[in-house]
């Protein structure tokens, strides 16, 4: 069964500490693992696509990455605006999309 | 920069009732998608949707869920006698390739009473 796995559910942060956020996947003949990003009552807000095992993405203070089994959203020196839920999703072989359910993340100033 | 639009904000209905949550994806997307977040839980894949017909389906998308792109800018699900357990937030999303990443509507919130 095709599926996706965050952790943490949650993590707290101070301002300025880095930390890694985690998401495993059990995709069949994974075509994708996409990151984003989901304030309350929002849609989710497109990050990062991953399509290989090593490949690497940045955009400002975050930074994604993929093995064969699992995918890190490291966030370097977050800001209280990097709160936010941190949604991971795998697309496999056909058109069918696969969302974990979250790292709620909040940073304190 | 273009975005997903979705009308209503929000839609209250009663048990049994008809609903038609609309989406106006980003007008060169040719991959039109719903999804549903209910409240506290994870996003879920409803239905994928390419060269006017369904792609893929997942089994929350059963006989009462139907979707249809009734012109060149818009596409709508339907959902024909509304449970309780219907209510959720539910996203539209658009891409421009099967390959490629979604864009995401503001969602339209559905309370089933």
């Known amino acids: 069964e095709d599926q996706v796995t965050q952790s943490p559910e949650a993590l707290r942060l101070q301002e300025g500490e880095s930390s890694s956020l985690n998401c495993s996947y059990t995709v069949s003949g994974l075509r994708g693992l996409f990151w984003y990003r989901q304030d309350p009552g929002k849609g989710p807000e497109f990050l990062f696509t991953?399509?290989?095992a090593g490949e690497e993405k940045e955009k400002e203070r975050l930074k994604a990455t993929l093995t064969k089994k699992e995918s890190f959203l490291h966030i370097t020196a977050p800001k209280p605006e990097d709160s936010a839920t941190y949604l991971c999703?795998?697309?496999?072989?056909?058109?069918?999309?696969?969302f974990g359910t979250g790292t709620s993340l909040t940073v304190i100033p | 920069e273009p975005e997903v639009t979705q009308t209503p904000s929000h839609q209250v209905t009663q048990m049994g009732q008809e609903v038609i949550l609309r989406c106006v994806p980003i007008s060169n997307h040719l991959y039109f998608y719903w999804y549903r977040q209910i409240l506290g839980q994870k996003v879920e894949f409803l239905v994928s949707?390419?060269?006017?017909?369904?792609?893929?389906k997942s089994e929350i998308f059963d006989d009462q869920f139907s979707v249809e792109r009734p012109d060149g800018s818009n596409f709508t699900l339907k959902i024909r006698s509304t449970k309780l357990e219907d209510s959720a937030m539910y996203f539209c999303?658009?891409?421009?390739?099967?390959?490629?990443?979604?864009?995401f509507g503001p969602g339209t919130r559905l309370t089933v009473t």
């Open positions: 991953l399509y290989s």
């Open positions: 999703a795998g697309k496999n072989t056909g058109n069918q999309f696969y």
């Open positions: 949707f390419y060269n006017n017909e369904i792609s893929e």
């Open positions: 999303a658009s891409s421009p390739g099967t390959y490629y990443e979604q864009y």
